[in-house]
RNA sequence: GCCGGGGUGGCGGAAUAGGCAGACGCACGGGACUUAAAAUCCCGCGGUAGAAAUACCGUACCGGUUCAAUUCCGGUCCCCGGCACCA
């Protein structure tokens, strides 16, 4: 009886091995491609890894092992993004230092990260907590700060009642806080921002060069939200007798001849100038109930168009007409300009704001051919009528003239707007990469100089965060007062903090040199890993991290400070695992899955085969206590049958070797084929099926367990299984009597000894499958003809091939390509033109 | 409403680029081994009809192109994700 697969008798001792031996550093400047793969770093929670994490390490590390296998030196680091608010929460309910709590959560993921047996090279880790990271982190927010990138700004900013905190827009899911979920509400505050709007088109032009999923491109185009408009300034004559203007921003300046009322938003700064005396006080109540609203209805779908009247009119520049100036809440302040005109006929929210406050409707574009409707609005493009010299055009081509029209007249432009706002990034909490400004009476924000980088965090301080929007570093008075680095007065300290995002902004670049004391990295290291080669993290960052990053990095290329723009260059998302009650897994749901006792019960290779094999990567998966069975049985089966042949010392030689060589060349063409484009899931199907192939063969034909070829295809199967299941084949490995680790091989290639004789040929009679015939590889159409004919089936129908059409299916030898990409096959329409062809493949008999 | 993705057995899923639908695994049913159970091994497993051979139907629905469609085209329905009074 064979020895028992005892994977916890060989788990640690490889683990100990492989970090002895080094192999899974990255080498600076080697001479081999560089292949850069990572993972999104984690957050070091208290309830340590979850089986979820594995989605997206475990396929990670598969690929990093699988490239050094194919001569890349690769960099596969990992980090923590430790800053942030489960931490500093912690330490207020419990008063230990975020700090401590930080590095005991660190030492438990790496001891779990270590039990999944992943392939990071350790030297490089680091925690963005680490003083020598957040020195960087500092740093660059004085490089924006020196490229006017980054600014103060006092306005209505979204408040998190609950973390006590702004937050950026991104950060607000379905107007509640993206952490914790709850409501946030209006805080007038001064803030923090990043000009990443002055990237919006580089940002939004960037998309087209890179590898990235279409729902993560579509959702920074979306969050981007580029349009292109025109602004046009109606004239207003104001109460007093004195005239202002009022520009409005519009994509339809093609129906500028519809205008019939102009609508601004209340918080419009030129409100109450543009409101008569006799209007003031319902305008005011307006405004008042409107700010009120705004709280309360941001989630509403299908709002009232109120508004009310201010008693002043404007001028439409195009035909002089007086139309009536409301103030409505539809209106939002922060887009445009902060004010619509209002074309009733065609566009809908105007039209019911019109059905509403009876104002009239004048259509000047109708529908190309069908008949207008008057009961709603025409918002299509079609053509102009009563547009005076602009009438019979085109939407589009009026579009282009008017807005040459206008800019002529001096009366407005063609603009491009952008939903996307800047981000902000004072965070009023204590846990967090300090903003390195000092406030000075006379000099007013003034960074600290940069031999003066960090500004340290303070380790004692009352972390209790305040209402005010304070941080708590406010508490501190020794880390609040300093002097003005530029004249030496008393000045105070910002007391804000970064918003996490700033630090994983730039994290990726730190790993090609993490130990870096005097800038934040080497060129030359960058030049030579970077950028990354392939990215894989969760979808729920689409708008921030990957957004932030990919701004960080376009500033730093236009600094000169590294030399390219866009930091990942292929993006994977990995899809969730769900627990058994279908729900993400959380421990506040109670069906999370710990890996320590999934690694105890069937071994990491288990887990790791049961990760890959569960589904599509990009797909969420069901995690199932039957599903990791199967794969056990698998490896159980595996073990059993290697560790056996382990034994076999000399080979005799069996007739069915040349089968067996075959199968061997086809699963390796077939397996590096699915590790190339990433399914995992089919790869450990293809591992079942070879190994289903060689138990049966050896069932079959006793003697082949103990040939050359046989051993020749378990020494391939155990090599290229080694990144997904790295245990269990270093272990069989050197059973297989080898000294050095399967860790160091090379992936195997074809050994193309042998070719096959005979295929099967499906038959079909008019498109449906009644056959199959054992053929020549390279067997004539006329060949194949005749055994078609002859076979039993076939022949049974007895039907007249006379005027039967023979439709031969082959594959291309032209087509097959270098790169294992597999056999190609072409199906031919023509028969000259399947002279081109060889091996035929299928054959369609079609009678009528 | 707009954008993106999807719909295949009881379940997870497979089918590389129009060519054998349902690989692989789970669950289930039957059998072997065992005093028995677990473990392991063998057989079966889309639907309908049939004792069976086999036939017909079948990849959300309707239609089209093709010798051939899960795959391509047009339309419809449904599900998931994102954005949403953005002018």
């Known amino acids: 009886m064979e020895e028992k697969f005892n994977f916890l ?69 990992i980090g923590y993004d430790a800053f942030g608010l489960p931490a500093e929460n912690y330490a207020i309910e419990n008063g230990i230092n975020p700090k401590i709590s930080t590095e005991n959560n660190i030492t438990n993921f790496r001891r779990q990260l270590k039990s999944l047996g992943l392939s990071y090279d350790w030297t490089r880790e680091f925690t963005t907590s680490d003083v020598e990271y957040y020195k960087w982190t500092e740093w660059f ?52 921002f990043f000009r990443i709007t002055d990237y919006a088109d580089k940002l939004l032009e960037g998309l087209d060069r890179i590898e990235w999923p279409d729902r993560i491109k579509s959702m920074q185009r979306n969050w981007i939200g580029k349009s292109e408009g025109a602004e046009i300034a109606f004239k207003v004559e104001l109460p007093g007798g004195t005239t202002c203007e009022i520009p409005v921003f519009t994509t339809r300046i093609d129906t500028i001849f519809g205008v019939t009322f102009l609508a601004i938003a209340p918080e419009h700064p030129l409100l109450h100038e543009l409101t008569t005396s006799d209007r003031k ?9 409107a700010f009120k609203k705004a709280e309360m209805d941001r989630l509403s779908q299908d709002r009232e168009k109120t508004g009310t009247f201010l008693g002043t009119y404007a001028i439409n520049p195009l035909t002089q007409e007086r139309v009536p100036i409301f103030v409505g809440d539809y209106v939002v302040y922060s887009y445009g300009t902060g004010a619509v005109m209002g074309v009733p006929a065609h566009d809908e929210r105007d039209f019911a704001f019109a059905k509403k406050h009876e104002l009239p409707i004048k259509f000047v574009v109708k529908p190309v051919s069908a008949t207008a409707d008057t009961e709603k609005a025409f918002i299509d493009y079609g053509t102009l009528i009563d547009s005076k010299e602009f009438s019979g ?65 303070p380790d004692e301080v009352d972390f209790s965060p305040r209402d005010t929007g304070e941080s708590p570093l406010a508490n501190d008075k020794n880390f609040v007062n300093t002097k003005c680095p530029i004249c030496g007065k008393p000045s105070k300290r910002e007391t804000d903090t970064q918003d996490g995002f700033a630090c994983s902004s730039w994290y990726f670049l730190r790993y090609a040199d993490p130990h870096n004391n005097d800038a934040p990295f080497d060129r030359a290291e960058i030049d030579y890993w970077l950028p990354v080669d392939l990215y894989i993290g969760g979808a729920e960052h689409a708008v921030m991290h990957l957004l932030y990053s990919r701004f960080y990095t376009k500033v730093m290329r236009d600094a000169g400070l590294i030399g390219f723009d866009e930091p990942f260059k292929k993006l994977m998302n990995q899809g969730m695992i769900l627990g058994a009650d279908h729900q993400k897994m959380s421990k506040s749901r109670g069906n999370v899955v710990n890996p320590d006792d999934i690694i105890q019960e069937y071994g990491t290779d288990t887990l790791r085969a049961y990760m890959l094999f569960i589904g599509p990567l990009e797909s ?51 397996i590096t084929n699915q590790v190339e484009n990433f399914k995992f899931n089919t790869m450990i199907s293809s591992f079942m099926e070879w190994l289903n192939y060689l138990l049966k063969i050896r069932e079959e034909h006793q003697t082949i367990g103990r040939t050359k070829a046989f051993r020749e295809a378990l020494e391939a199967f155990i090599k290229m299984i080694s990144p997904a299941t790295p245990f269990i084949a270093e272990e069989l490995w050197h059973r297989f009597g080898h000294r050095d680790s399967i860790h160091v091989q090379s992936w195997p290639a ?95 008999i079609v009678i009528h």
Request: hydrophobic content about 35%; proline content about 5%.
């Open 9 to 77: 008798g060989f788990q640690d001792r490889w683990q100990k091995y492989w970090e002895e031996k080094g192999f899974y550093r990255g080498e600076d400047f080697s001479k081999k491609p560089k292949f850069y793969i990572l993972v999104m770093f984690p957050y070091p929670s208290g309830s340590g890894l979850h089986v979820g994490h594995g989605r997206n390490f475990i396929p990670a590390d598969v690929v990093a092992r699988y490239k050094r296998m194919k001569g890349f030196n690769v960099l596969h680091p």
């Open 141 to 192: 927010f004085e490089f924006l700060f020196k490229r006017g990138l980054a600014y103060q700004d006092r306005s209505f900013q979204w408040w998190c009642p609950h973390c006590k905190t702004v937050l950026a827009n991104e950060q607000i899911i379905d107007g509640n806080c993206w952490r914790c979920g709850t409501p946030v509400v209006r805080k007038e505050l001064k803030e923090w």
């Open 281 to 289: 006080e319902e305008v005011g109540r307006y405004a008042t109930e």
């Open 393 to 457: 055009l085109t939407s589009e081509e009026a579009i282009t003239k008017i807005v040459a029209y206008i800019e002529k007249q001096e009366l407005g432009k063609g603009v491009v707007k952008y939903k996307m706002r800047d981000w902000l990034i004072s965070r009023q909490r204590y846990w967090g990469a300090p903003i390195p400004i000092v406030h000075c009476p006379e000099h007013g924000a003034v960074p600290v100089p940069e031999s003066e980088l960090p500004v340290l965090l």
């Open 620 to 670: 969420d998966a069901l995690w199932s206590t039957e599903g990791i069975n199967g794969v056990f049985r698998f490896m159980k089966r595996v073990w059993n049958l290697f560790s056996e042949n382990a034994k076999i010392a000399s080979y005799i030689s069996s007739a069915e070797e040349k089968d067996v060589d075959i199968m061997t060349d086809k699963m390796v063409q077939h």
């Open 750 to 844: 074809p050994k193309n000894i042998y070719k096959e004789e005979v295929i099967t040929i499906p038959i079909q009679i008019n498109g449906k499958l009644r056959d199959r015939i054992e053929a020549p590889v390279d067997a004539g159409e006329d060949e194949i003809k005749e055994l078609a004919m002859k076979a039993s089936k076939i022949s049974a129908m007895n039907l007249d091939f006379s005027k039967a059409n023979f439709i031969f299916v082959k594959k291309n030898p032209l087509e097959k390509s270098e790169d294992y990409k597999g056999v190609r096959y072409a199906s031919t329409n023509s028969f000259k033109k399947s002279e081109d062809y060889k091996g035929v493949r299928l054959l369609n």
